[in-house]
């Protein structure tokens, strides 16, 4: 089964041709995007729409929202979280933030959206605070 967003609710849908719209431009999956750095190490922590429910065991929900940890090591092994809902994913990635802050990296860049519809928007100062305690 296939799945596209209604603002930030996942709707699912049996027409393909939906799901290949979003693929089309990667950069319309993205829900946020944060890169911090601590010397020459620099993380990208990415939080995506995925289309497809990658619960595959079937029990549960659906999980149709990823994170992912990359850093310029390329080592492989990248981190991966899965999520029901945007709401979860959101807030997930903001505790990912602060657990890097707190060992002591910087965000360098900070960018989300309100809905897949949405240009990406730089993420305010008190709104990264606010994951910090």
């Not at 799901?19 to 950069?27: C, G, H, R, T």
């Not at 829900?31 to 289309?51: A, D, P």
């Not at 309100?114 to 994951?131: A, G, H, K, P, Q």
Request: hydrophobic residues 30%.
């Amino acid at each position: 089964m296939y799945y596209v967003l209604k603002g930030k609710t996942p709707v699912s849908t049996h027409d393909f041709g939906d799901v290949i719209a979003l693929f089309e431009d990667e950069d319309k999956r993205i829900v946020r995007k944060t890169v911090l750095k601590r010397g020459q190490q620099e993380v990208t922590i990415s939080t995506v729409f995925l289309c497809i429910d990658h619960n595959y065991y079937g029990e549960g929900k659906p999980l149709l929202f990823e994170t992912m940890i990359f850093d310029n090591s390329h080592t492989g092994g990248e981190p991966c979280y899965r999520y029901n809902t945007w709401e979860e994913a959101e807030k997930d990635h903001m505790s990912i933030i602060a657990d890097f802050k707190k060992h002591g990296y910087g965000v360098m860049e900070a960018k989300k959206r309100d809905s897949l519809d949405e240009e990406f928007e730089e993420i305010s100062r008190f709104e990264l605070m606010e994951f910090e305690e």
